[in-house]
């Protein structure tokens, strides 16, 4: 049994909405915000850091509130009304696309928001710690 | 011991006051005892609905403001035995109540009635918080449109951060036929954004307008489908467990090929 180094996983900027949030909530906060349930349009989620959504995002999201390019988002669902990385602002296309069947992540690459499907295991996916080391 | 529920929707217009008429009316057919309070004080119209309008003496302001005894504002309807109206005033608006009135008002009323239905204002200010101060269960109203579904996510939100926790749904003019195109909302659709429980869909239906221009409500044409789908309310309400109708209604030859995948 290998123990991975926990020191450098504590992240104790984050909170944990258990809830949904419905049109003119807000959450607000200065680190991330992790959100079990859906945030419906009209709805809000504003963090310094990562926003993760286990749920339909439909609401408006703001990452990395603070100027963090390294903030993503990802969601279950992910069809925000409006998505900020940074000072980026982004809108979904209004081709009317088909709503996703898989999570998805929104991150800046190469200057551009980019939305991909999340996928979780070996491509490291949410920027850790600068020293981030998973297994040691 | 009796039940407070509130009609409420945010938007305007999308059925809280027929509904409110129509589930009285239901509830009153059964021979339960039941009040309806109009909470829209300025803007009344559930005793137009009732064809109550000209038998108005004393309002609810009246009431709270002490002027007359609560028996003597309470109209009594013309056709259900046990159906009662507290009408608004019109030449008032909301500030003349307060929500600590109104709950004591409901609950001076639970001690002669089983049911007090009041249909609340659109909006979210202080005829919203009036209406649902006193209200132990909260029916939200919309129509298959992105604004009233909208505005009622924001209602729920509103009513589960005032404690009245679990409101049902009502979704009020639903076409079915635009629904099968793709050019409506679907029941699914709503129920995906609002995630509660769903007490009944009215299909649209032109007898409503009918029924409302004479002062009656649809729920007794026993005609009508969506006097239909009042009634399967009402009974659900009770705590009865009625499934959706068919809302689409199609012919015998519509539903063959339907049947046969010609759709």
Partial sequence: ???????????????????????GQKVN???NVVILGDVNPGAEVKAFGHVIVFGSLRGMVHAGAD????AVVIAFRLQPTQLRIANHITRPPEDGSAAPD?????????????????????ERQIPQKETDRYLT | MGEVIVITSGKGGVGKTTTTANLGTGLASMGYQVVLIDADIGLRNLDVLLGLENRIVYDLTDVIGGNCRLRQAL???????GLYLLPAAQTKDKTAVNPEQMKQLCEDLLKEFEYVLIDCPAGIEQGFRNAIAGAQKAIVVTTPEMSAVRDADRVIGLLEAAELRKPVLIINRLRPKMVRHGDMMSMEDIIDILAIELLGIIPEDEMVVISTNKGETVLSDERARSGQAFRNIVRRLKGENVPLMDLDGAGLLTRLRRFIGLK
């Fill in chain 1, 67 to 70: 100027g963090n390019e390294q």
């Fill in chain 1, 1 to 23: 049994m290998q123990f991975i180094d926990q020191g450098n996983l504590i992240d104790d900027n984050t909170i944990l909405v258990r809830r949904t949030l419905r049109s």
């Fill in chain 1, 29 to 31: 906060f200065s680190g």
């Fill in chain 2, 75 to 81: 109209i009594k309807d013309k056709r259900y035995e």
């Fill in chain 1, 102 to 122: 898989q999570p998805e992540i929104a991150r800046i690459k190469d200057n551009v928001v980019t939305i991909d499907t999340f996928q979780s295991g070996s």
